[in-house]
């Protein structure tokens, strides 16, 4: 099985780590190819260079469209998907690979994304998108196959057979912002009666886990949501949403005292729904 690595790119420091974590992989090398695709700037071409993978550049038109860019000059049977800011196991494409030898019906595989471990225990941004992964995706220690609800399908950590991903016509390039494209691609491909297949396979997240990146990446999810909610036939109204800004303090008081949650991934948790419902309803009918 041939696969094809596509990483978009805006030059990010973290992106030597990624290439790094690549470079020793215990798949076979003539196995595997790797694709950077940079987004809007042409800075890190001898670095790929560098580490023997391919380099690809193009005007700044986001995300979506880089991965879609990387995916139609890939070579692979299979299309796999990872981040300028994370680092993947050694055995990310071995576990990969027999993931469809031991499901053959799957049309895609992929795993979960995670902070580092003396990051998650000191810090509260990193913690809560652990508890989102676990608790609220349910990304747990044993393999699932099934569809929608699987969890897996984030472009951190995940694979789809390149003709399937090509039948769905790839990532939407529409969405506004770098969130809700890869949900978006999952549903349409497990609303086609696709079957995907999670296993516990640890990608590891550098991502900067303050204060402004987190109200950011909220704002972004918010524009995403809005927009897939849009496409799907499932967007909130306006009352609602007002609705769960005005009634957020309650769910961290409940989440706090009734479910026992740290206090400080409650606040975020409750911080994160007000950006993501707020930048919803200043945004409503212009998405």
């Known amino acids: ?34 694709i950077v695709v940079e987004d809007g700037v042409r800075s890190v071409e001898k670095s790929v260079n560098d580490f023997g993978f391919r380099y690809l550049s193009q005007e700044h038109r986001g995300p979506a469209a880089a991965r879609n860019f990387g995916a139609r000059s890939a070579r692979g049977d299979v299309l796999a998907f990872t981040d300028d800011d994370c680092t993947v196991p050694s055995n990310w494409l ?26 998650l225990a000191a810090n509260p941004f990193a913690a809560y998108e652990s508890y989102m992964t676990r608790q609220v995706y349910k990304a747990g220690d044993l393999p699932i196959f099934g569809g929608f609800e699987v969890p897996t399908g984030g472009t951190n950590n995940l694979s789809y057979k390149k003709e399937i991903f090509e039948k769905a016509g790839g990532f939407d390039e529409k969405f506004p912002g770098a969130a809700g494209e890869d949900a978006d691609l999952k549903k349409r491909i497990t609303g ?86 707020l930048t919803q309803l200043l945004n409503y009918g212009k998405v």
């Open 1 to 34: 099985m041939f696969i094809s690595v596509v990483i978009p790119t805006i030059g990010r420091e973290t992106l030597n780590a990624c290439l790094q974590s690549l470079g020793a992989q215990t798949y076979p090398r003539d196995l595997f190819e790797v």
């Open 192 to 277: 086609a009666g696709a079957k995907l297949l999670y296993i516990p396979l640890k990608v590891t997240h550098f991502h900067r886990y303050r204060l402004l990146s987190f109200i950011r990446q909220n704002r972004d999810r918010g524009l995403g949501s809005l927009y897939f909610q849009k496409k799907h036939g499932e967007q909130l109204g306006r009352v609602s949403l007002l609705r769960g800004i005005i009634i957020s303090p309650l769910s961290f008081l409940s989440d706090c005292f009734v479910s026992n949650m740290n206090w400080r991934v409650a606040f975020l948790k409750t911080l994160a729904q007000k950006v993501n419902y």
């Open 94 to 119: 071995e576990k990969l690979a027999d993931g469809y030898r031991r499901h053959p019906d799957a049309v895609g595989v992929g795993g979960y994304m995670e902070a580092p471990e003396e990051v």
